[in-house]
T-cell receptor
Framework: DTEVTQTPKHLVMGMTNKKSLKCEQH?????MYWYKQKAKKPPELMFV???????INESVPSRFSPECPNSSLLNLHLHALQPEDSALYLC???????????????FGSGTRLTVV | AQSVTQLDSQVPVFEEAPVELRCNYS??????LFWYVQYPNQGLQLLLK??????LVESINGFEAEFNKSQTSFHLRKPSVHISDTAEYFC????????????FGKGTRLSVIA
């Protein structure tokens, strides 16, 4: 399996809702990433997990809460979002970047989130 | 810290014409370099990467990129484009052996005209 699977593909939620985005990989990658991408912009890093521990939080508002229950799964819990949070949310995984043989990131197809 | 500059935000080109998408990077350490492609309403797909060895790398769909250390560039080229190549192309850089996440350029929108 050489894919990163993200679910759902589309999500519409109200500003008072609680929802979760899910990301799964079975490539044995020990680093996982959440990115946010607005239209016509590059992806912006939100969080990095390394060996199931949060290693980077790019000053993301607390209404976004990441979770890494195991080495294959990454969740992003959403609560009290704002309309400006509407975007494509991308998950990625990679081998440990400090290894000599590193091949970059594998991205999922994303969850397109609309906050109404 | 690393940074990536994609000099052209949009590149229109006629079908079957050649194209070059430019990418320059800045880094004080050795780097890995990547090109990702994003088709409309999809995620990012790895197009090609430079890790080590030959400075010319090729993809399965006819794109190639050449790592030029002296000019700190990694330009993407294709000798003859197709309508299906219309997409957003992102250049990205990561330091070798480090734990710094991938840094993306702002992207170049390639539009192939029939």
């Amino acid at each position: 399996d050489t894919e990163v699977t993200q679910t759902p593909k589309h999500l519409v939620m109200g500003m008072t809702n609680k929802k979760s985005l899910k990301c799964e990989q079975h490539m044995g990658h020990r680093a996982m990433y959440w990115y946010k991408q607005k239209a016509k912009k590059p992806p912006e890093l939100m969080f990095v997990y390394s060996y199931e521990k949060l290693s980077i939080n790019e000053s993301v508002p607390s209404r976004f809460s990441p979770e890494c229950p195991n080495s294959s799964l990454l969740n992003l819990h959403l609560h009290a979002l704002q309309p400006e949070d509407s975007a494509l949310y991308l998950c990625a995984s990679s081998q440990d970047p400090t290894l000599d043989r590193w091949y970059g990131y594998t991205f999922g197809s994303g969850t397109r989130l609309t906050v109404v | 810290a690393q940074s990536v500059t994609q000099l052209d935000s949009q590149v229109p080109v006629f079908e079957e014409a050649p194209v070059e998408l430019r990418c320059n990077y800045s880094s004080s350490v050795s780097v890995y370099l990547f090109w990702y492609v994003q088709y409309p309403n999809q995620g990012l797909q790895l197009l090609l990467k430079y890790l080590s060895g030959s400075t010319l790398v090729e993809s399965i769909n006819g794109f190639e990129a050449e790592f030029n250390k002296s000019q700190t560039s990694f330009h993407l080229r294709k000798p003859s484009v197709h309508i299906s190549d219309t997409a957003e192309y992102f250049c990205a850089v990561s330091p070798r052996g480090g734990n710094t996440p991938l840094v993306f350029g702002k992207g170049t929108r390639l539009s192939v005209i029939a």
